[in-house]
């Protein structure tokens, strides 16, 4: 069981990392301003199914590696610093994304749900994002890897069903005012790149 100061820590990221302005959530407010709240619960749905995928490829292979392989520990460790450094540079320079999507004709709930969990599962930066960002809260010393992992994976799954959930049942509001205020969606990127740097950092100080 992961100590209380590391699960807290965790969610506190997760929730700024969710908030930030990106694909997912742009996604899930410009279904649920053009087809209504019930398309961007939906397409929530399918993005926290996707993450189910993304957990447990880490907590089996990612469990492997420290078990068994300082080079593999110390390469993986490296690369995922460096990506998390990239998205720390992306995240900074990042314009504010624009609500204004293309007219089309209107998905079922069920294709939106399916929608969301390809977007999420077939998405590699999602799967080295999952490598580089989980691994730096679980530690030996507090019980089997897997099982820290799962719930990690569980706590990420909340935060996305909270957060992208409330964005949908809010996206007229909140859709209208991200949509007419960059400057709030610059600040939002700006606090992104900030935790991004800080993980990184983090994560390439981090001793096996």
Do not use: C
């Amino acid at each position: 069981m992961l100590p209380i100061e590391v699960l807290s820590t965790f969610t506190s990221v997760a929730i700024v990392l969710a908030l930030a302005p990106g694909p997912d959530n742009v996604f899930v407010l410009t279904q649920s301003a053009m087809s209504g709240r019930p398309a961007g619960i939906a397409v929530t749905l399918g993005l926290a199914t996707g993450i189910i995928a993304h957990t447990t490829a880490v907590a089996l292979g990612v469990a492997a590696i420290f078990a068994t392989s300082d080079l593999a520990f110390n390469l993986l460790k490296w690369i995922g610093a460096g990506y998390l450094a990239y998205l720390a540079i992306g995240a900074w320079r990042a314009k504010p994304e624009s609500l204004q999507a293309e007219k089309e004709k209107p998905m079922s709930l069920l294709a939106l749900y399916r929608r969301g969990v390809i977007m999420n599962i077939t998405n590699p930066k999602v799967s080295i994002f999952f490598l580089s960002f989980l691994p730096q809260f679980v530690n030996p010393l507090h019980g089997p890897l897997t099982l820290q992992f799962a719930q990690l994976g569980f706590i990420f799954i909340l935060v996305t069903l909270l957060v992208f959930g409330g964005v949908a049942l809010a996206a007229g509001t909140i859709g209208q005012k991200l949509s007419n205020n960059p400057k709030a969606q610059v600040i939002l990127n700006r606090i992104a790149a900030t935790v991004f740097l800080g993980l990184a950092l983090k994560l390439a100080t981090t001793q096996r």
